[in-house]
């Protein structure tokens, strides 16, 4: 199965491939739903193919905006672009799109974005006929109807969401955001008033939603997060070939974390109970299955903040040479904290006692305070560039 990984930018892009990611999705400056997302120009998509590629990995671009004429005018241009980067598949919802670079672009691959809500068999059909090569499921399906669609088209490839934010909308299909800002959500520049604060008050039914607020408010629009890495083999079992996870506005840490926990779960290499306690310490809201397993897990809204069990630390920027480490501090850690080490090797949840700091100058100091100031440590770890050091909670 394919591990397929989020990118905002090229830092994360690079993270994602050194904890284990088969694959990457990411957005060039237009087009895509995450408008702000770092996102990449045209030079950084070519230039990360190309390192996708001499890793061995694949990257799909998405075009999954809700388009409007107005998007085709120049459209040709960038579809160029992508067939020259030798992009693996472009990421699309608009069957306008579909038709139009099907019929113009036909050697890019089309998989048909989740927010086409792809629920059926005859849907999928219609999206195959038109020579798409993969459909990113909605993520309102169960098991069962996957398993069913797979057994109807065997040979169209299946890719669902396995962790990340889900939104409290069918499938990514909102007007919230226009409606109190302006901002369209589909066509990428949603400000997620979902996990606003509100107050509400309900006067005519009372009795039909009991609401409860306390000094914070209430989230009652505020879904949990998916995470499904105790159900994998299911997956596999119903027809999914790629394993999607969300999070294209998330930080560096949360796709190491989260992309290291899925790879190692695919590899059998831990016990799913640490790696469930793995995912507990970035980010995130309460865990649910959402909608893959009956009735009772489709109640997954939740008065759901973010929530995470340790800190991230410091990046290594260069390979641990003679005992040392150089790394670049994300937040503050002093002479005697204990860094636990987060690598996609052995090295996985090793613990290191910092004894020594040395600055830029290689002066000792006891303590790293200064914003993203690369420092040199102690460490006994073959450490290796794009490990993460964090202290637990």
């Known amino acids: 199965m394919e591990l397929l ?35 990449f120009s045209d030079e950084e998509i070519i230039g990360a193919m190309d390192y996708l590629h001499s890793k061995g990995k694949v990257g799909y671009v998405t075009l999954n905006i809700v388009a409007k004429d107005s998007d085709f005018e120049d459209i040709d241009n960038y579809l160029s672009l992508l067939v020259k980067a030798k992009v693996d598949g472009v990421i ?36 195959a006929d038109m020579g798409v090569t993969r459909i990113v499921l909605a993520r309102e399906l169960n098991i069962d109807e996957i398993k069913g669609l797979h057994e109807n088209l065997p040979n169209i ?5 396995v962790h990340g934010a889900m939104c409290i909308s069918y499938s990514g299909r909102c007007l919230l955001s226009n ?35 306390d000094e914070r408010g209430t989230y009652i629009l505020n879904s949990k997060d998916m995470c499904l890495i105790d ?6 079992d119903a027809g999914i070939i790629s394993l999607k996870i969300e999070g294209r506005m998330k930080s560096d840490y949360y796709v190491a974390s989260v992309v290291n926990a899925y790879r190692r779960a695919l590899d059998g290499k831990n016990d799913l109970s640490l790696l469930r306690d793995e995912l507990e310490k970035t980010s995130h809201r309460r865990y649910t299955t959402g909608f893959y397993f009956g009735e009772n897990d489709k109640e997954y809204l939740a008065d759901s ?32 904290d ?8 052995d090295n996985f949840l090793k613990k290191i006692k910092v ?13 790293a305070k200064r914003v993203q100031e690369v420092v040199t440590i102690n460490c006994p770890y073959s450490l290796k560039s794009g490990d993460i050091l964090r202290i637990n909670n």
């Open 231 to 236: 159900h994998i083999d299911k997956l596999k």
């Open 5 to 39: 990984a989020p990118a905002g930018n090229f830092e994360k892009l690079k993270t994602a491939v050194h904890y284990g990611a088969d694959g990457v999705y990411f957005a060039g400056k237009s087009l895509g739903l995450r408008a702000f997302a770092g996102n």
């Open 355 to 367: 004894s020594l700091i040395l600055n830029e100058k290689s002066e000792e100091i006891d303590d």
């Open 179 to 213: 409606y109190l800002t302006g901002r369209e959500s589909n066509r990428g520049a949603c400000v997620q008033a979902c996990r606003w604060k509100y107050y509400i008050r309900e006067e005519n039914r009372e009795d039909e939603y009991p609401i409860e607020e």
């Open 305 to 336: 903040m973010p929530v995470q069990t340790s800190v991230f630390i410091a990046k290594v920027v260069e390979d641990q040479k003679d005992g040392f480490v150089k790394v670049e501090m994300r937040n503050r850690f002093k002479v005697g």
């Open 157 to 161: 490839e299946l890719e669902a969401f």
């Open 92 to 127: 699309v919802s608009d069957v306008g799109m579909i038709y139009y670079i099907r019929k113009n672009f036909p050697s890019l691959n089309i998989h048909v974005s989740t927010q086409a809500n792809v629920n059926n068999s005859q849907a999928a059909k219609f999206y």
């Open 338 to 345: 204990e860094l636990e080490v987060l690598s996609p090797d």
